[in-house]
């Protein structure tokens, strides 16, 4: 098993700047990729960008890249999300998963998921 604890959430004004963390412990040395999503009041949950633990690939949604910035730390087993340029769209419950195998950027790809953080971001 896997557990996933995300902070750093909160309210920002637009083209503001946040970085939400992801402290994954448990069976850690198991974990191939691991990535953010969001969900907005009344949306489907959206991917936003993952990485792969080992090699550092990174991978984004088109309407974050430029903007967010996906990273580990392998040492302290945590993922970050540095996201800048905020715009009153990115506000969603910001949620954190990691699985085994592959790459995804379906919520159907991962295993384990944090409780989620909130952004709020201010117009």
């Known amino acids: 098993q896997v557990q996933l604890v995300e902070s750093g959430g909160g309210l920002v004004q637009a083209g503001g700047s946040l970085r939400l963390s992801c402290a994954a412990s448990?069976?850690?040395?198991?974990?191939?990729?691991m990535g953010w999503f969001r969900q907005a009041p009344g949306k489907e949950r959206e991917f936003v960008a993952a990485i792969t633990w080992r090699g550092g690939n990174t991978y984004y949604a088109d309407s974050v890249k430029g903007r967010f910035t996906i990273s580990r730390d392998n040492a302290n087993m945590t993922m970050y999300l540095e996201m800048s340029s905020l715009k009153p769209e990115d506000t969603a419950v910001y949620y954190c998963a990691a699985d085994h195998s592959g790459v995804w950027t379906v919520v159907t790809g991962y295993e384990y998921w944090g409780q989620g953080t909130q952004v709020t971001v201010s117009s």
């Open positions: 448990g069976r850690t040395f198991t974990i191939y990729t």
